[in-house]
């Protein structure tokens, strides 16, 4: 839930507001006071974590304890010569890529969906959303269920088609593809709730003004109500991309403890997960999960960037 | 008009809403109150807390109820609970990361092949044996070299309380009819490489399709049984090891040979060997003695014998279930005592533990008691406890390591035909080098 | 951003005659319209589809667990039953997680408002020197993703000694930056002339805090105080890192981890995973029409 769009707005706002020149004298050193319990825990619980974990990287600190001794760049050299490594990335990028335009579109396409059909809105509302607010585990041990060869519900419906079984999570072509899917269904609902809101901020009389021009319903769709989401349709690309990026949970769940057949759902925090914990190699973990947080910071900032351009 | 029915609505609501808040917040405060924000230990029970952790699932995890639930109708003064973890490697993880933690379990269940891994002196607490002792356990009633696979500088860590080694199964009527069986029934004992594949290929004759199935996606087990009853040796030193490249070779071509004439299937995972022998491809399997809980279940003809002699002898690969200690920073004497009984009890009992998931008891007594010998066929392999070869005690060996995932890969290509013995051991070093190289975690 | 903009562009070739989904229902009751009709049952039919995995978990938990794996498959059976349902009760883990859950969701909403709340205050409504470093430098936080700090966070832990406790799980939950800002962003918009008047009558920050700047924000609070208790409730990686003591697990890192005694049965771990959605599908219910419209007040439509 993270949103960078904003970011620019803000200080302007600001400055605006601080130049109106409304300094109080009774006030001057309350503001410190109201921000420094955030502040605290800001600090102890994720300053302080990042720049421990920079140290760490330099370091062979391991989960058993144990003496720890500089190391110089060594965990770096190991992290950025590891092919897994490298594979893992990418499988978190692949998964990127094939998760956000599904997860994008399908989120629009419902909103407007639900926006038009207006006598069943609890009811739309209900059957996308709630799957978000599954817990992890639940999604995945019904997702299993249903991919189970043999006699799952999806193998089953394949089978009724005439098509051939699939064996969705043992298959190391398939088992990302799996994921996506069931990620798709679980999580589509917070994309389909931000587009539900820009919906309704789509002021009535833009249709009504249209309709008096004679536009049918899917050219209204089409020049009134696409053009009015762009924004949104870049704020949620954004989120999306950021939060696939931090793609785990689902993917340790479904593709097991190494990772899915011949690890093909080995995402990149399951690998540190794996390196810093099962294998105890904490140093070399942080040497990872920095590698990850830049590059998650530049993908951000390129996208951040193209964004606001676009938008502008 | 739908402003003025949803505000009218969520007036309805905001009673309702603010109820199931302050309900969740009285709960909150509830439970934490109750808990003092940490683990509910019962707090108005006098009873000795206990908490144990295991990975046993299946066979075994019927086998630990049972034995649990006598031990709590023997101890109503003990709080007793066991928690089952799925195994492998999460349930290393979770104990590890426990003990990190310095909150752990009072008891533990890890494989002995782990302990070097499971970094004794910083994870683990030692076990002291003087209190062992008091409670009837010491090396007397244990195989010594069981005993010993528990000591890690000078102390005790891990209390062993089973051996598991890989035993030869045989189907009794495809080896009859091979004329395989001796006179008591017995499979007839094979000594060195020929007669073996003589045998197999006796069995082959019958079963017209394979003669030994085999675990292919793990077939370290084979490997180290092989190695070891040439009495080769795997040594690991700070960045280099030293392989007996002949005694590898020797194994890798028996593989080899199994695959080329088509004995051995070229790929099965565990359940598919178990089956395979189920279903009469073969008539010998080499495998865990845990599968024992599933030919009993099966109802098909089967037997068991310790495994064969290919290089003069008839040692095995084994690994044991052991008790260990997982650190903790407070820790309590009372409770500690009280998981030292637990462990004496669980060794002394283990009677249960072996007649149904086909493990050999660690200790002594149960093996020599008239029950475990009239055990069928338990009691034929019996022996392999004498003959078990355990891993090699480096921190990247043990129940599902990362060597024996690295071999599984080198020996792939034998299984499937794909490489020679010469290209499986290079391919073997080639793992070991990185392994050896990797800067140790423990 | 003006929302009046982007007329549609008429051009006179294609006027009206496409098909898709047609106007909307509310134009006139009664007026039956094609379009409508058909709009209607794409709409049901998504509906459907989505809530397909739902309800086959629901016929499977209720199926003897025999039945659960004949071929073909059936969505209803002829002998329905509770009996999974009172198993996973009795067996108690489920009810102690969803307990956890509860207590650590609600230490994380309550703490992560109260601090938000605080902050965001400060920022908005206070000079002070600094003010415009502290609050980029807050702001900065977002693009750490707390994934990633998972293993220096767990070091922390062991020294602070919080492994294996509802703190340990709840506390660094509880940074979120994202919150501040959506907060300050709301307290800007607050008009100034409610604090002086407020002001006037000699009331210092924490009343003008308490008595104009809350009031306004309940439906603020209430979205990010639901997202902030879902979010708790079905974090699963720290969690997972933080708790090995299955008393103390949540749902999602119990469910997941703690190996039923009876191997691989399909009907009651479809009832586990029903008990274990249960309580926030209940509250997503209760609550429908405040994450909607909070979404929407809470300003992340951009």
Known sequence: MTTLSKLSNRSNKHRGRASAGDVRESGRWAGPWFILPFVAFYVLF???????????????????????????????????????????????????????????????????????????????????????????????????????????????????????????????????????????????????????????????????????????????????????????????????????LRIFDQ??????????????????????????????????GSAMAWVLTITMVLVSVLLFRFFTRDGR | MRDAKYTHRSERWLPRRGFIAASGLGLTGAALGITGCGPADAVLDDRIPLRQWNPFSAGDGDRIIQMHQRYQDEHPDIDFRAVTFEWGPPFYTKVAMSAAGGRAADVAVLHMSRLASMAPGRLLDP??????????????????????????????????????????????????????????????ETHGVEEYLDMCRAV????????????????????????????????????????????????????????????????????????????????LLFQGNWEIPSFEDSGLPYSAGEAPDLFGNRRTRADAHCFVLPHQD???????????????????NSLIWSEGGGHIPAYQPVVESDEYQALEPHVHYAGAAENAEFEPDVWFSGSSS????????????LHTGSSNPEQALEQFKASLRTLVTTPSPV | MATTSTPPRTTHAQSGRRHGPAPRPRTRLGRVNPGITILYVVAIAAALVWLVPLLWAIATSIKPEAETTLMPL????????????????????????????????????????????????????????????????????????????VVPQFVLMTQLNLVNTYWGVALPQVVMPMFVLIFKRFFDAIPRDYEDAARMDGAGHIRILLNVVLPLSRP?????????????????????????????????????????????????????AVIGALPLLIVFLLFQRQIVTGVAGAGIKG
């Not at chain 1, 002021?203 to 053009?227: C, F, N, S, V």
């Not at chain 1, 479904?254 to 140093?283: C, K, Q, W």
């Not at chain 2, 890989?166 to 007839?188: K, M, Q, T």
């Open chain 2, 330 to 348: 407070d820790r309590d004497p009372e409770r500690t005592r009280a998981s030292l009984a637990y462990m004496a009890w669980m060794l002394r």
């Open chain 3, 220 to 272: 603020i609070m209430a979205a990010v105080g639901i997202f902030a208790f879902i979010g708790a409730w079905n974090n699963f990686l720290w969690p997972l890192i933080v708790i090995q003591d299955p008393d103390v697990m949540t749902v999602p890192v119990g469910l997941a981890t703690v190996s039923s005694d009876h191997g691989l049965q399909y009907a009651p771990s479809m009832a586990a």
């Open chain 1, 46 to 244: 994720l300053i302080w974590p990042s720049l421990a974990m920079l140290g760490y990287s330099f370091t062979d600190r391991s989960l058993a304890g144990g003496p720890v001794s500089w190391v110089g760049i060594e965990n770096w050299v190991e992290a950025l010569g590891d092919p897994y490594m490298w594979r893992s990335l990418w499988i978190t990028l692949l998964f990127t890529l094939l998760s956000v335009p599904p997860l994008v579109a399908l989120g629009a396409a419902l909103a407007i969906l639900t926006d038009h059909a207006r006598r069943l809105g609890w009811f739309l509302r209900m059957a996308f959303f709630a799957p978000f607010v599954l817990p992890v585990a639940v999604m995945t041990m019904i997702w299993t269920w249903l991919y189970q060869p043999g006699f799952g519900l999806i193998n089953q419906y394949l089978q009724m088609m005439g098509l051939q079984e699939v064996e969705w999570l043992g298959n190391e072509g398939t088992v990302l593809i799996a994921i996506v899917i069931a990620t798709v269904w679980w999580t589509v609902g917070f994309n389909f709730v931000l587009y539900l809101a820009a919906l309704q901020g789509i002021p009535r009389e833009t249709y009504e003004a249209a309709g008096i021009d004679g536009a049918g319903a899917w050219r209204k769709i089409r020049h009134i109500t696409i053009p009015q989401l762009k924004r949104t349709t870049g704020l949620v690309t954004v989120l999306q991309v950021i939060a696939s």
């Open chain 1, 251 to 284: 993917a340790y769940l479904m593709g097991g403890d190494f990772g899915g057949p011949n690890f093909a759902s080995r995402t990149f925090i399951h690998y540190i997960y794996e390196t810093g914990f099962v294998n105890f190699r904490l140093g070399l």
């Open chain 2, 204 to 283: 082959q004759e019958v079963t017209g399709d394979l003669a030994l199935s085999l675990d292919t996606t793990y077939s370290w087990p084979f490997f180290w049984t092989m190695y070891r009853q040439q009495d080769a040796e795997l040594t690991f030193f700070e960045d280099d090891f030293q392989i007996d490249d002949e005694a590898a070779l020797n194994a890798f071509a028996v593989i080899h040979q199994l695959t080329e004439e088509g004995l051995t299937p070229r790929f099965t995972n565990n359940p598919g060997a178990t089956a395979v022998l189920d279903n009469g491809q073969a008539g």
């Open chain 3, 74 to 149: 059936r969505w209803l059976t002829a002998s329905p039953t509770v009996e999974h349902y009172v198993a996973v009760i009795q067996r108690g883990e489920l009810l102690r997680w969803i307990l956890n859950s509860l207590v650590v969701s609600t230490l994380v909403t309550v703490l992560t408002l109260v601090l938000c709340v605080l902050a965001a205050y400060g920022f908005s409504k206070c000079e002070f020197p600094g003010r415009g470093w502290a609050f980029a430098l807050v702001i900065g936080g977002i693009l750490i993703p707390p994934q990633v700090v």
């Open chain 2, 127 to 188: 076990i002291d044996t003087d209190t062992l002792a008091d409670f009837g356990i010491d090396e007397n009633v244990l195989l010594p070299h069981v005993w010993n696979q528990g000591f890690h500088d000078g102390e005790l860590y891990g209390l062993a309380f089973d051996t598991h080694p890989h035993i030869h199964y045989f189907n009794p009527e495809i080896c009859e009819e091979a004329g395989l069986l001796d006179s008591d029934g017995r499979l007839v």
């Open chain 2, 402 to 413: 990362r060597l024996q995932s690295e071999a599984a890969a080198a020996l792939n290509g």
